[in-house]
């Protein structure tokens, strides 16, 4: 005989279990709820965030932020984790500003440098009026690149309050989740023709630099979610690394843009060689990228994806208990 309907027990069972259960959540949402706030709220200083003595601290510095532009890792996530868990100091957005820019400034010159054959392509075929056989849509960029930075440009203010490990964790994970996403979605396009007919179509793009805009929250990557959205377009895994990379330099090159007043205000010699470290990071970066999607495509993305998620668990876990 079930429990509640043992004539020994009766329904005052029942009345005391249910009793107790609206007690414990009637008490204990309120200190979840705090908790949880707490969890998710920067405390400083959670990251060292002073700036690295020495020319080849700052060129070491510079390397790792470029790799993070060039790669689909998020680069204000990488710049945060693995100082936050080896207590090193830190290039954050909020935390120095001129850094932060120099550090955008030398990693879009380096994708645009490597990137510069795809870049005349583009123009050829504004110019033109008509893109280039199996070259980027110029259309298509801008539809991207425009709105992507435009949000990220409105979120700015408000990501320095996403600086905290367990949100920073939380996003990377997502991130690694997008790229699992966007690998089989170009496993799906492999065997299926796209909506655009081999090209990435412009509402497509435009669809993919609103979400990329929310990369302004640290731990997400912009460059992750424009090639899940190249993906899901169904175009090959070596084009859909082209343009996601390309918009994702039309973006960093705007947010340097926007950053120059900073740089200018704060300006030292040793940013000179971190925006040097990160041309050259994110030069190796992209190349990196785009030539484990052009060998590899179906291995490639799910290493990446599983590095993002690895890491962000792990910030996240670190996150929760030092509170």
Do not use: N
């Amino acid at each position: 005989m079930l429990l509640w309907g043992s004539p020994l027990l009766g329904a005052q069972w029942v009345a005391a279990v249910h009793s107790s259960l609206g007690v414990i959540y009637k008490l204990g949402r309120p200190m979840v709820v705090r908790y949880l706030r707490g969890v998710f709220t920067p405390v400083l200083p959670q990251v060292a965030t002073a700036q690295p003595p020495g020319t080849v601290r700052a060129a070491v510095e510079g390397v790792l932020s470029g790799l993070g532009q060039g790669l689909p890792v998020s680069a204000a996530g990488q710049s945060f984790a693995w100082p936050y868990l080896l207590g090193r100091p830190a290039i954050l957005p909020a935390a120095d500003p001129a850094a932060w820019a120099a550090a955008l400034l030398g990693a879009a010159v380096g994708l645009a440098a490597l990137l510069r054959a795809d870049w005349s392509a583009a123009w050829r075929g504004l110019r033109h009026r008509r893109p280039e056989a199996g070259g980027p849509e110029a259309l298509a960029l801008a539809a991207a690149i425009v709105p992507c930075w435009l949000l990220q440009l409105r979120l700015g203010a408000w990501a320095a309050q996403f600086e905290a490990a367990a949100g920073v964790g939380l996003l990377l994970v997502v991130t690694g989740q997008a790229l699992q996403v966007g690998e089989r979605w170009g496993r799906l396009g492999s065997r299926t023709p796209g909506p655009g007919g081999g090209r990435m179509p412009p509402w497509l793009a435009l669809l993919g630099g609103l979400a990329a805009g929310f990369a302004a929250l640290p731990g997400l990557s912009a460059l992750a979610v424009l090639l899940a959205a190249a993906l899901y377009g169904r175009l090959s895994a070596e084009r859909a690394g082209r343009f996601a990379l390309m918009a994702a330099t039309g973006v960093i090159a705007l947010q340097a843009l926007t950053g120059l007043p900073a740089l200018a205000a704060g300006f030292r010699p040793s940013l000179v060689v971190l925006a040097a470290g990160a041309a050259v990071g994110a030069v190796a970066g992209g190349w990196l990228l785009q030539s484990v999607l052009r060998a590899a495509a179906q291995r490639a993305l799910p290493v990446v994806a599983s590095y993002c998620t690895a890491l962000g668990a792990l910030v996240l876990m670190f996150g929760v208990f030092q509170r």
